[in-house]
């Protein structure tokens, strides 16, 4: 069986070649850049002159987006191939790195105010890519500590810390990490034979790799208990998933989480986190 990465390459080239070349067919279906953009270019009789400078440059700059469109297509026809490699996109340049090729190192930290409404600054990290490659520059990334956690579960290179920085995070990513700790204790799930494993819901990242198997039973009562069944084959990668639950709490009750019962995202049978099965 063909992988989608590879038919929506094909798909894609075939169709970017027939709207570059502009074949019979798709001058037919009115697929080109005079006719999708007519109302912009105007007419070729009362400015010719005007009108053929508009068309040359709307002509540039659709066919200078087609890698860009396959990009953006590959990210959803095959998402985990998207995920090796490091992007840094600016005004003027695109950065590129291997993440089997390089290390991260969380390098400076610092505080800013970024609006009035929050009650306390955020925390901006600056974390340097430098590449083993030669051929590939180092550069700085950017973010917010809060998007810390999700970017270091989704890098599959190493990042380091220098000594003087500290993260600070938040109540959430510390109840995901104990959560995700709860979460690989429980029984497994086998996926049945011929079902194959789709991207998250969630973030349409990664593959989705939880199943919901109720398996807790209420202290003294065997057959009893407040979760019931999910009969919903794995659509959540198990941080959406603990970004769900987190946000079905109570806020000013942290002690009571992790023990508490949350609504399924899809169906809404309720779970706890003993129902939290990792597909294998």
């Not at 109720?214 to 009969?231: D, I």
């Amino acid at each position: 069986m063909e992988s989608p990465e590879l038919s929506f390459t094909l798909a894609y080239v075939l169709l970017s070649l027939c709207f570059v070349l502009t074949p019979n067919e798709f001058r037919s279906a009115g697929l080109t850049v005079q006719n999708l953009f007519s109302s912009w270019l105007g007419s070729e009789d009362v400015g010719f002159i005007q009108y053929h400078v508009r068309r040359t440059s709307i002509t540039l700059l659709v066919h200078s987006a087609l890698p860009l469109g396959y990009y953006m297509g590959m990210c959803i026809a095959a998402p985990e191939k998207n995920l090796g490699y490091i992007h840094k996109v600016t005004t003027y340049h695109v950065y590129m790195a291997l993440q089997s090729e390089c290390h991260v190192t969380v390098t400076q930290s610092r505080q800013h105010q970024l609006s009035p409404d929050l009650a306390s600054p955020a925390q901006i990290l600056t974390l340097r890519v430098d590449s083993i490659n030669p051929a590939v520059r180092p550069f700085d990334i950017r973010l917010i500590s809060t998007e810390y956690a999700e970017l270091r579960e989704k890098l599959h290179a190493p990042i380091r810390n220098s000594p003087n920085v500290v993260i600070h995070q938040t109540m959430n990513e510390l109840f995901l990490e104990t959560f995700r700790a709860h979460a690989d204790l429980n029984q497994p799930y086998t996926l049945p034979t011929g079902q194959e494993m789709e991207p998250c819901i969630g973030c349409m990242q990664v593959p989705a790799s939880i199943k919901l198997v109720r398996l807790c039973q209420a202290e003294g009562a065997p057959n009893e208990s407040e979760c019931q069944h999910c009969f919903c084959r794995p659509m959540w990668c198990l941080s959406c998933l603990g970004r769900w639950f987190a946000s079905r709490q109570d806020q000013l009750r942290p002690e009571t989480w992790l023990s508490s019962r949350v609504p399924c995202p899809t169906c809404r049978a309720k779970f706890c986190i003993l129902d939290i099965c990792a597909v294998h």
